[in-house]
């Protein structure tokens, strides 16, 4: 079984602050997703990474595969309150269809006004 | 495009009572997984299905089932409920693209069991 451990669990900064979340694995994966969930919400895809190395940038996330594709990161810089929410990462196995993600539980981050 | 809809949003039974969740998933979308979510577990797998035929299913025990129509649109079954049933439960429809299922995640159903 593949497992998906995030990094740190709770994080809660002052609006304005830079934050890096962190997803990692044993195992390779063929892509990794990020998603932000909001209270009462399913969770929004933010972005998939599918190569090792490859770096994305979402406004002010950047979002890391790592070269070995076990590990991810999420990097937020000058953090909003509008940024609050539960980010989950999911690793895909190769082949697709939903039975290759794996979702870790989440890293709940809290952006202070 | 509308998003993927569940219904109901939220619904309250009693242990052994049994209950059915519905999901429409995105327009073209063939594929419907659903999830089971608690703070403890975090986000876990159920099942999947693709064109009326489970393609995958989770480690859950055979109380949860599901099934998807023509129409693409699916349910989730659960008998004989209990306390530990309580939970967020969650359908994704995906569009595989380039072997890497996205999942569109719907609002979920809140299930309170007493």
């Known amino acids: 079984t593949q497992l998906l451990e995030q990094s740190p669990q709770f994080l809660s900064i002052q609006e304005g602050e830079n934050l890096t979340v962190y997803c990692n694995s044993s195992s390779v994966f063929s892509s990794l997703q990020w998603y932000r969930q909001e209270p009462g919400e399913g969770p929004v895809l933010l972005v998939t990474?599918?190569?090792?190395?490859e770096v994305k940038k979402l406004k002010r996330l950047t979002f890391q595969f790592g070269d070995a594709r076990k590990d991810s990161s999420l990097h937020i810089t000058a953090a909003q309150p509008g940024d609050t929410g539960l980010y989950l990462c999911?690793?895909?196995?190769?082949?697709?269809?939903?039975?290759?993600?794996?979702f870790g539980k989440g890293t709940h981050l809290i952006i202070q006004p | 495009k509308a998003g993927v809809t569940q219904t109901p949003r939220y619904l309250i039974k009693t242990r052994g009572q049994q209950v059915t969740l519905s999901c429409s998933p995105i327009?073209?979308?063939?594929?419907v997984s659903w999830y089971q979510q608690t703070p403890g577990q975090g986000l876990q797998f159920l099942f999947e299905?693709?064109?009326?035929?489970?393609?995958n299913k989770g480690n859950f025990p055979g109380r949860f089932s599901g099934r998807q129509f023509s129409n693409s649109r699916s349910e989730m079954n659960v008998s004989t409920l209990e306390l530990g049933d309580s939970a967020l439960y969650l359908c994704a429809s995906s569009l595989v693209s380039a072997g890497v299922a996205e999942q569109f995640f719907g609002p979920g159903t809140r299930l309170t069991v007493l």
């Open positions: 990474v599918v190569t090792g190395g």
């Open positions: 999911a690793g895909g196995e190769s082949g697709g269809g939903a039975d290759g993600l794996t």
């Open positions: 299905y693709f064109s009326e035929t489970q393609r």
């Open positions: 327009s073209g979308h063939r594929s």
